[in-house]
């Protein structure tokens, strides 16, 4: 297209949380039809997902499949075809994959095709704050891990692709700790639209004692949950929501729950070689032979940057794609295999709208002073432990927040974040050279700011629908019959109209 193209991630690209992606992606290849991924999209996000995106998102994704394969992705294979899978909410086999890889091996083969078109990586940065004026972007702050300095980089148009804010609930999360929502937070701080913060999807199956996750190719290939009395209490290719208050339900009867995939033990080293290691590492438990104790975990967020069709945020030239994105795909309930095709169509629709914009713009030579302060965070000379708060808080959110909730669990979560107090914490590492503490106490600040916009928004929406689930309003509301939006603290719902 000849513009300068940079990445910049605060982790090595292939380190990035899209490698969790395991079970597969969506797209409708051979016996399966487009139209039944667009109903079976629009069911799971109980009529909160535009008709109009997700008829974008599943017509383009064949392409994307096309052209992953064209690149040297290496899906699993059935003879010539492409192997799919059925995951939950699917009528059809429907989830490409690669055994139970598939987010890692997307992750190395664009990272590959980046290389040998030289684009440049910088790693190492974390992302502070972006520069806007006059609601035109104009490039960010980032802290050099390396070194700890703000430094500043220019740019005529950003795609935001940070990740979502699952990990706000820490140990109890799927997520890696540092995805809190940095990308979603500087653009809200900025003054972008925000939507549907309360939807925050719980993965059915993820370890019971480290919320690792199991993928949910286990059950797709005819995996059970059992409870401690023996019984299959669900039917476990159901949309994630269901199944997960189903466990839900067992586990506040006292009863344990159990993943068993012992009767298609003979396919495990095949189709899921990772979840044998992940459960013998982390569980010390063969599931070859043996029932897996499992727990839902946070795992997904829905909501993010409010973006329309082309990936364009509120923010003139301020583009958002995956799930730092609200692209108004997955509503209430995202289908699982959705994930990394959303990714890939919306990615490629941000590139070539980003190319647009910037042909269409005059842009001034605007100073942005660094206002991004780390002294005051260094100076900090409290007594508590900052660590010690953000388990506490996961725990709050988990117990009072999570997957079934109400006015008063809202209110006692809502309470607790309000009564942090940043100036009686202090990071005990001064160096400046890979300061961890520095990166980990900016994650807190983070993780706070991004609770309380969750913990509003759940408040805000009294009704039960999809992953929001509230024991207060256990139905559907017709009155928030539409995706909830997040402008300079206003909190509102807007219908959509295709």
């Known amino acids: 297209m000849g513009l300068d193209v940079l990445v910049v991630s605060q982790t090595n690209p292939t380190n990035s949380q899209t490698c969790m992606a395991q079970g597969g992606m969506n797209a409708a290849l051979y016996e399966d039809t487009t139209n039944y991924h667009v109903e079976d999209t629009l069911i799971s996000s109980k009529n909160l997902a535009s008709k109009n995106a997700v008829e974008i998102f599943c017509n383009n994704i064949l392409d994307e499949i096309e052209f992953l394969d064209s690149i040297g992705m290496a899906f699993s294979r059935d003879g010539e075809k492409?192997?799919?899978?059925?995951?939950?909410?699917?009528?059809?086999?429907?989830?490409?994959?690669?055994?139970?890889?598939?987010?890692?091996?997307?992750?190395h083969v664009l990272f590959d095709y980046a290389n040998k078109l030289q684009i440049p990586f910088l790693n190492?940065?974390?992302?502070?704050?972006?520069?806007?004026?006059e609601n035109k972007i104009y490039g960010a702050e980032f802290l050099d891990i390396k070194t700890s300095e703000v430094k500043t980089i220019k740019a005529k148009s950003v795609i935001l692709a940070s990740g979502g804010y699952s990990g706000i609930f820490g140990k109890h999360s799927t997520n890696q700790l540092s995805t809190i929502g940095d990308g979603i937070l500087a653009s809200y701080n900025a003054g972008a639209v925000l939507s549907n913060l309360e939807f925050v999807q719980f993965h059915p199956t993820a370890l019971k004692s480290s919320s690792i996750l199991i993928s949910e190719s286990a059950r797709g290939e005819g995996g059970y949950l059992l409870n401690s009395d023996n019984e299959r209490f669900v039917n476990e290719l159901l949309a994630r929501d269901v199944v997960v208050k189903a466990i839900h339900e067992q586990l506040q009867k006292g009863k344990e729950v159990f993943l068993d995939v012992r009767h298609i033990s003979h396919i495990l080293k095949h189709v899921m070689p990772q979840e044998l290691k992940l459960a013998k590492l982390h569980e010390n438990i063969d599931i070859a032979s043996e029932l897996l104790p499992i727990k839902p975990a946070a795992h997904y967020s829905m909501g993010g940057v409010l973006v329309d069709n082309f990936a364009r945020s509120s923010i003139r030239g301020l583009f958002a794609v995956g799930e730092a994105s609200q692209s108004n795909i997955h509503g209430a309930n995202r289908l699982g295999g959705n994930s990394l095709s959303e990714l890939l169509v919306f990615g490629k629709i941000a590139v070539q709208c980003a190319f647009e914009y910037i042909k269409s713009q005059n842009f001034q030579d605007i100073k942005f002073e660094n206002?991004?302060?780390?002294?005051?965070?260094?100076?900090?000379?409290?007594?508590?432990n900052f660590y010690k708060t953000k388990d506490e808080l996961s725990d709050i959110l988990y117990n009072f927040a999570g997957i079934v909730k109400n006015e008063n669990s809202l209110i006692k979560a809502l309470n607790f974040i309000e009564n942090i107090d940043v100036h009686e914490y202090k990071i005990g590492d001064k160096s400046t050279t890979f300061n961890t503490d520095l990166k980990n106490f900016l994650e807190f600040l983070s993780q706070i700011e991004l609770s309380k916009l969750y913990i509003k928004s759940a408040f805000f929406r009294k009704e039960s629908r999809g992953s929001h689930l509230r024991d207060d309003f256990e139905s559907e509301n017709v009155e928030f019959d539409g995706i909830s939006i997040i402008d300079k603290d206003k909190i509102f719902i807007h219908k959509l109209i295709d």
């Open 124 to 133: 190492n940065y974390k992302l502070l704050k972006f520069l806007v004026d």
């Open 82 to 107: 492409i192997a799919q899978r059925k995951l939950g909410g699917a009528r059809n086999k429907r989830a490409c994959y690669a055994k139970d890889y598939t987010g890692l091996r997307v992750l």
């Open 371 to 384: 206002s991004s302060n780390l002294d005051v965070i260094f100076s900090l000379n409290g007594d508590k």
